[in-house]
């Protein structure tokens, strides 16, 4: 096909991104047995020659190790890479252990947590929508502690991590690209450390073709839809659309994790959720209005996506 004759619009290509991100969970049901850390490690090593051809294909300017010297981007930057680094391992740990309906109540609670890590860090004013949609969410939170058989850490460390990783961000002016790479240098050190003390022991070196074929998968599985996102992002005529299309990804691993991978979805389960969707549909229509205020005035800002 000619890239001519490529939907141009950018819903499509940001529809397909979140879509990829939504059926990542179905991915590493064949890792099954595969230790979290080693996936991560692997991740994020073949991922380096990949970020480099995406920044190239992308023609997007190659910032990301003047930003690496400079003492106050590499503290945020670090900071950022600790926050990512938590919610790539809880993601991969919960799609290979049974726990991907639990990763998906984070990825719900993950705008309401970054609203909230703004109040108090940021000393942002909370809009009375915002307000309401963090009563519902908390509600079922504490519901969930309360009544389900385990704590839900998974649920707590992504949205933990992915919340502060978004309020991070910001204080940082750099690129999505840019950005992922550095993060992606700075998990470097980890990665090799953690194959080093293992050797011998991993999948990658003891398994077979297949195995290897997949853990090599898990770095284009990370930039394809990031690649993605970042074609169609640009190209979105109404970005306020993307407040909603990233509710894509939660959604799916939901109807995955419940139709899919057969996990259980009871009395208690059905209440948390309802209680953080409400909260999550009250944020939305919040964040579709502040959207058209700030498009109006010519300040719409994009997060970045849950990657």
């Not at 969970?25 to 994020?44: H, N």
């Not at 300017?61 to 990512?84: D, G, N, Q, Y």
């Not at 991907?100 to 309401?112: G, R």
């Amino acid at each position: 096909m000619q890239p001519s004759n490529l939907p141009q619009g950018g819903l499509f290509w940001t529809l397909s991104a979140y879509t990829v991100w939504g059926l990542m969970p179905l991915f590493y049901q064949y890792l099954k047995g595969v230790e979290a850390m080693e996936i991560f490690a692997l991740r994020v090593l073949w991922s380096v020659p990949l970020m480099a051809l995406l920044l190239w294909l992308t023609v997007t300017p190659i910032r990301v190790f003047k930003m690496l010297m400079e003492p106050k981007t590499f503290f945020w930057l670090f900071l950022s890479t600790a926050c990512i680094s938590t919610s790539w391992y809880l993601n991969t740990w919960g799609a290979t252990h049974g726990q991907v309906l639990m990763v998906s109540l984070a990825f719900f609670l993950t705008p309401l947590i970054s609203i909230l890590i703004g109040v108090f860090y940021l000393r942002e004013t909370l809009t009375p929508l915002q307000r309401l949609a963090l009563i519902l969410c908390a509600s079922g939170f504490i519901y969930a502690c309360l009544n389900l058989d385990t704590f839900p850490w998974i649920t707590v460390g992504i949205a933990l991590a992915f919340g502060c990783y978004g309020v991070i961000k910001k204080q940082v002016k750099i690129d999505t690209l840019n950005g992922l790479s550095a993060e992606v240098i700075l998990m470097i050190p980890f990665a090799v450390f953690y194959l080093i003390g293992t050797a011998g022991e991993t999948h990658w070196e003891s398994g077979e073709g297949d195995v290897r074929l997949l853990l090599a998968l898990t770095a284009p599985m990370t930039i394809l839809p990031l690649g993605l996102f970042a074609f169609g992002v640009v190209r979105m005529k109404n970005l306020s659309s993307v407040a909603i299309l990233q509710y894509i990804e939660p959604t799916l691993y939901f109807l995955l994790a419940v139709f899919v991978f057969g996990e259980a979805i009871d009395a208690e389960r059905l209440t948390t959720f309802g209680l953080v969707w409400a909260g999550f549909i009250v944020f939305s229509v919040d964040a579709l209005k502040r959207a058209k205020v700030a498009k109006s005035a010519g300040t719409l800002e994009l997060d970045k996506p849950n990657i």
